[in-house]
């Protein structure tokens, strides 16, 4: 099992930066991907990046794309997702998520992730 801890969210007006950690602690070596979702109230959870534990690709979502960018620091066992040019519709409670095995079709499904952080809100004024 894989604990993970989220922070670096909070309140941001619209075109601004917020840069997010996810620390991985347990059995980080059995990490195959790490990604982040997001859920915004009264909507379901949506795949937002992820990236491969070993060889780095990375994955994103259409509505991130060119603004978030993902990265990984295999030594500190740690995830960062840098948001840029944000949005209000980027609003939610972004999650960070360990998936143990798979390949790179299972990567944007939450349902193939094995570990879950505890949430951490984003909220852009517009």
């Known amino acids: 099992q894989v604990q993970l801890v989220e922070s670096g969210g909070g309140l941001v007006q619209a075109g601004g930066s917020l840069r997010l950690s996810c620390a991985a602690s347990?059995?980080?070596?059995?990490?195959?991907?790490m990604g982040w979702f997001r859920q915004a109230p009264g909507k379901e959870r949506e795949f937002v990046v992820a990236i491969t534990w070993s060889g780095g690709y990375t994955f994103h979502a259409d509505s991130v794309k060119g603004r978030f960018t993902i990265s990984r620091d295999n030594a500190q066992n740690t995830v960062y997702l840098q948001m840029n040019s944000l949005k209000p519709e980027d609003t939610a409670v972004y999650y960070c998520a360990a998936m143990s095995t798979g390949s790179f079709h299972l990567i944007p499904r939450p349902n193939n992730y094995d570990s879950w952080g505890q949430g951490t809100q984003v909220t852009v004024s517009s």
């Open positions: 347990g059995r980080t070596f059995s990490t195959y991907a």
